[in-house]
Each structure stands twice: as C-alpha cells, then as structure tokens.
C-alpha cells in the first residue's frame, strides 16, 4: 500500500513538473512570437511627394529593428483615404495580416473635405472595434485642420480623437504634425504634406505611444 502510494506521489509530481515545463515553453513561445504591426493611414503615412523609404512607417521599421523588436510592419496607407474607405478596407487586411497592434492614420481628408464630423468619428470609432474584435491593440493618432474651415468644426474635429480613445481605452497620439505644423519650411509645395525633413519628427509623436503596444 505504501508503495502504490509513493508511486503514484512520484507520478503527480512527474506530471506536475512536465505540466509546468510545457506552460513554460509556451509561454516563451508566445513572448518571443514576431509581431505584426499594421498602419492603416491616408497620405501621410504613403510617402506621398517623397522618396520611397523616407517616410515615418520606413523610419518606424528601423527604428525597430534598432530596438530589436521582432515585428514586421504592414503599411496599407493609401493616400486620398477617407475614414469610409478605411472602413471598408479594415476587415480584409486584419483577416489577411493578423495584426497585434494596428494604427489607425485617417480623418484628415475627411476634414479637407469638410465632411460631417459625426460620420467620421462613426467610421474611426467601427475600425477601433473591428480591431479589437481581431484581439489587436489600437493606436488612434489624431489630425487637426486649418482653422478656416471654422473654429467650431475644428474643434469638434480634433476633439473626435479624444473622445475616441477615451471611450474605446487605446493610446492616443493627439496631433500626428505636432512640431511639424507649425514650421512652413518642412512642407512640400502644396503646404498639406511634409517633406521627408519632417518624418523624423512624425515619428517621434509616434513611437512613445506606441513602444508600449509592441513590448507587451
């Protein structure tokens, strides 16, 4: 009786330390796991009037390999984007890349165009849910306009972002031309888009945000 005993103590503490081993590994595995960042972005995300490779998703890649984080970037901005093309582009490309972490860049030409804030904030507040739903992370990164489309359209257009990232909890980087706007020399000839100049700074706004969502 004894010994049945001690065999089968022998065999619950085997199987507990093959159980923990295994938890162990898996766990590794799921921490070492490369990353897949998708940017979802207009313009300013799509190098537009620059050389190819000198825009701040090109810099964000290095700077990740700088940092040693295994994730590869996707970069599915497109410019003219609207928050309504965004919307029905997302499903397909989170379906497609599986993304962990995925930025949302949209909601400027919305502004340009003067649409109605209430049906960009309708679409932008659909891609942060379609996300989660996928299990990624979200970062929303905020635009503003000239103010001569109306203070109060300005105001209801940049308040959008907040009240998005309030409602939804995901990082926020309120104004992607922050540093950047304020600085005629950095922008290209249509005064809309950055030069490549620009882009280091684009990033900077960026990466403090957003280094969080890819240690985890």
């Not at 295994?22 to 979802?40: E, N, Q």
């Not at 701040?56 to 901005?77: F, H, P, T």
């Not at 909890?169 to 809309?192: H, M, S, T, Y």
Request: charged share 20%; with cysteine.
């Amino acid at each position: 009786m004894q010994d049945d005993l001690r065999k089968m103590g022998r065999r619950w503490v085997i199987c507990n330390w093959l159980l923990a081993c295994a938890l162990m590994v898996m766990s590794v595995c799921a921490h070492s796991a490369p990353k897949t960042l998708l940017v979802l972005g207009d313009s300013l995300s799509a190098e537009y009037g620059i050389a190819r490779g000198s825009g701040w998703v090109a810099l964000l890649e290095k700077k990740i390999r700088q940092e040693k984080i295994d994730a590869a970037v996707v970069n599915a901005s497109i410019s003219g984007e609207t928050t309504s093309g965004g919307k029905a582009r997302l499903p397909a490309l989170l379906k497609q890349h599986q993304p962990d972490v995925v930025i949302i860049e949209l909601g400027g030409n919305d502004g340009l165009r003067g649409l109605p804030v209430k049906s960009a904030m309708a679409n932008l507040s659909d891609m942060v849910k379609a996300s989660q739903a996928a299990k990624a992370r979200v970062l929303l990164v905020g635009m503003q306009i000239p103010p001569n489309y109306g203070p109060d359209y300005a105001r209801q257009f940049a308040r959008m972002y907040s009240t998005i990232a309030k409602e939804s909890d995901i990082k926020l980087v309120p104004f992607l031309l922050e540093g950047v706007a304020e600085n005629p020399e950095l922008f290209q000839a249509d005064r809309i888009h950055p030069q490549a100049q620009a882009q280091p700074i684009m990033l900077n706004n960026i990466w403090p945000q957003l280094k969080p969502l890819l240690g985890k």
